[in-house]
């Protein structure tokens, strides 16, 4: 190989690193900015996450109270047209026949409501088990994600060091 084609070899592999730093600072920069609006995007997520939550729970908080509200107004109606009744009612008398009855309807009246909170009960831890099982479903892909990117950085070194390397030895020869 001539000196003036050594000199242009030379020129030429300098370009190409020039080149590639070049590219490798805008991958960079693109990389840094887009972690950067990221970051951004899952904290400001993280600011409103609580106050939907507090939203929730006092919506949550607001219908059982006025559920409560609407059981004591109700019932307290019905109470005070009884009262005020009395004259008219007082000639209602539930016969010996029709007591097992009414006892019969209060009994299951009460296993009704019974069983009505044990499925509640249930239906709540059963929630609550799955939004656990979910969270750390989340904690298990995160963990995997790292894993995954560590991964991928290796590769990333090793392929860089190899190439380094070949491109010593054909700088190397070139010379």
Do not use: C
Request: net charge neutral; glycine share 2%; no cysteine.
């Amino acid at each position: 190989m001539s000196t003036a084609e050594n000199k242009t070899s030379k020129a030429a592999a300098a370009a190409t690193a020039a080149t590639a730093a070049t590219a490798a600072v805008n991958v960079t920069h693109m990389v840094e900015a887009a972690t950067e609006n990221f970051a951004k995007l899952v904290n400001e997520a993280g600011k409103v996450q609580p106050q939907y939550a507090q939203a929730i729970s006092n919506l949550q908080q607001e219908y059982i109270e006025a559920v409560r509200n609407a059981i004591q107004t109700i019932t307290s109606v019905e109470k005070q047209f009884a009262n005020s009744n009395r004259g008219n009612f007082n000639n209602v008398v539930i016969s010996d026949a029709a007591a097992p009855y009414v006892q019969g309807f209060v009994k299951q009246s009460n296993d009704f409501t019974n069983n009505i909170i044990r499925i509640a009960d249930i239906n709540n831890q059963l929630t609550i088990n799955a939004l656990n099982a979910i969270r750390e479903n989340v904690k298990n892909a995160s963990r995997t994600v790292e894993a995954t990117a560590e991964f991928n950085s290796n590769i990333a070194r090793a392929w860089a060091t190899s190439y380094s390397a070949v491109q010593q030895q054909f700088a190397t020869r070139g010379e």
